[in-house]
């Protein structure tokens, strides 16, 4: 009982939500999400680099090809960079250059192949990308939408406030419009912090809790900020972490394949949604292998719809940092990145010139004194003054000049300095430790999920007290799902876990301990 204390606290909140709306306030309804979302994601496969029209359509070819539609990868999601401009009444225009049909014959090409639909916006006035955004315009976004037959509205925080009450406001604004339309379409908001999930079943299908999970010590963050949510997810909206990155070292983002083994395993415990965000036109077979694994997909889709929480960590204690745009320890790596180099420049090229300015004001502090510019005479003098470059010349060598080009120098590098040591020193790290993750299944299966985080192989056990946690009453029959074979009986599990990354998943089943 230990363990599900999470689905009665998860009853509880469902309890509480539906007394807000008894009392007048206002939820999603589209019958959506009663699993997991299973499907594709752009963003970390192309970001704003080559996405059009022509290689979507060969996207999905390429999903129905590989047979991932018949194990629930159904929507194909676009993300940001393929909106340009707004027209003069408000809505979308799409990048005549990548999409030159235009969005609704896209959606028909994917409707054809069985697939789903899905599409980008942000809450702010911009996208994270710096394309219009649908602040204000949420109705007429919804309609537009829905007339181009969308599935699934992504919605971001870019250029927006991070303050509680004006972020459920927008997207309860946007969550309206959707109904409002009258076309099922699955809304997932993407705020980035945790503070949404108490509030999200009213919002949205999914909501994210966590930064990009763009690299691997980003996935822990996620992973342990998603410990102390799993009261409010279930049928109808789920607590999202983030999408999969696959191996493909040619994508944005990419991890090792033994990382994106454990980020699937530990997604299916987590009851996350399963969006790969990976090449799939040149999906390596690694990965492929990976998420065709039917019976970790059959995990993550349970219908009894309680995410897993962890039974033992030796982690330390953790703390969600309140993420919004731009903050250092939130930054995707790639702008990261643009921002150490863009910053490292401006500091080399400070220092040189502050030097250069400093020795100039040496070299004038140590010659006589000019009574006037060379070539300016006296007012008694008949000569005419000389041309203005002699006289800038003069100018630069004044101190009162010199000076003036010194002080916002230095005082811009000060705080230039400090953000290039904030990027990395506030960076995210994973800590060296392991945990083991309990998701329990319908029918009374359990799986469990032991993950090492640490550099080096690690011994993780699941004793007589964890299986305990987990709800059985004495030995154990435990089955390798990423493996696919069986292992046996088990009074206790004990494994050697490979290091950064590493993990097993596991479902039990057993002589249940009475409630």
């Not at 309890?15 to 008894?22: F, I, K, S, T, W």
């Not at 099922?184 to 809790?209: D, E, K, T, V």
């Not at 003069?394 to 230039?416: D, E, I, K, Q, Y």
């Not at 435990?478 to 493996?483: G, I, N, P, T």
Request: net charge negative; with cysteine; charged share 20%.
């Amino acid at each position: 009982m230990v363990l599900f204390a999470g689905r009665w606290r998860w009853s509880g909140a469902r309890c509480l939500l539906l007394l807000a709306a008894a009392l007048g306030a206002r939820a999603l309804d589209n019958g959506l999400g009663l699993t997991p979302q299973m499907g594709y994601n752009t963003w970390n496969d192309f970001r704003c680099d080559g996405l059009s029209s022509d290689v979507v359509m060969k996207i999905a070819d390429r999903i129905v090809e590989l047979g991932l539609d018949k194990l629930g990868f159904r929507y194909l999601n676009i993300d940001d960079c393929w909106s340009r401009e707004l027209s003069a009444d408000g809505l979308m225009i799409e990048d005549p250059g990548s999409f030159p049909d235009g969005m609704k014959a896209l959606v028909d090409y994917v409707h054809d192949r069985g697939l789903l639909f899905g599409i980008y916006t942000c809450r702010g006035i911009r996208t994270c990308a710096f394309r219009p955004g649908s602040k204000d315009l949420e109705h007429h976004h919804a309609n537009q939408f829905a007339a181009w037959g969308i599935d699934y509205v992504k919605e971001d925080s870019c250029f927006a406030s991070n303050k509680h009450a004006q972020a459920f406001e927008e997207y309860g604004t946007m969550r309206d419009a959707l109904n409002a339309t009258g076309r099922p379409i699955f809304f997932s908001l993407c705020g980035w912090n945790a503070w949404y999930a108490p509030l999200g079943y009213g919002l949205g299908n999914s909501w994210r809790i966590a930064p990009d999970c763009d690299e691997w010590d980003n996935v822990y963050v996620a992973v342990r900020t998603n410990e102390a949510l799993a009261e409010f997810a279930g049928p109808g909206g789920w607590n999202d972490p983030d999408m999969l990155v696959g191996s493909h070292a040619d994508a944005a983002v990419h991890f090792t394949p033994q990382q994106v083994q454990t980020q699937f395993s530990l997604w299916a415990v987590m009851a996350s949604p399963l969006l790969i965000g990976s090449s799939i036109l040149r999906m390596p077979a690694s990965d492929l292998a990976t998420y065709s694994n039917e019976e970790v997909i059959r995990i993550n889709q349970d219908p009894l719809g309680v995410q897993g929480e962890p039974v033992w960590s030796n982690c330390p204690p953790f703390t969600p940092r309140d993420n919004w745009w731009m903050a250092p320890w939130t930054m995707p790596q790639d702008v990261a990145r643009m921002w150490t180099v863009a910053l490292c420049t401006f500091l080399v090229v400070g220092i040189v010139s502050q030097v250069s300015l400093v020795r100039a004001l040496r070299v004038l502090a140590a010659a006589p004194p000019s009574p006037s510019p060379p070539g300016v005479h006296d007012p008694v003098d008949t000569q005419p003054m000389l041309g203005p470059r002699r006289r800038l010349w003069w100018c630069c060598r004044s101190r009162l000049f010199l000076v003036g080009l010194l002080v916002p120098l230095l005082l811009l590098t000060v705080p230039a300095l400090l953000m290039l040591v904030s990027i990395h020193a506030m960076k995210p790290h994973a800590d060296a430790c392991q945990q083991v993750w309990v998701r329990p299944l319908e029918g009374g299966d359990v799986a469990i999920c032991l993950i090492n985080f640490a550099p080096q192989s690690a011994t993780v056990t699941c004793d007589a007290a964890c299986l305990a946690k987990a709800g059985f009453a004495q030995s154990v029959h435990v089955r390798d799902v990423v493996a696919r074979r069986d292992m046996g009986p088990f009074d206790e599990v004990v494994l050697d876990i490979p290091g950064d990354g590493g993990s097993v998943l596991l479902r039990v089943t057993g002589k249940r301990r009475p409630d």
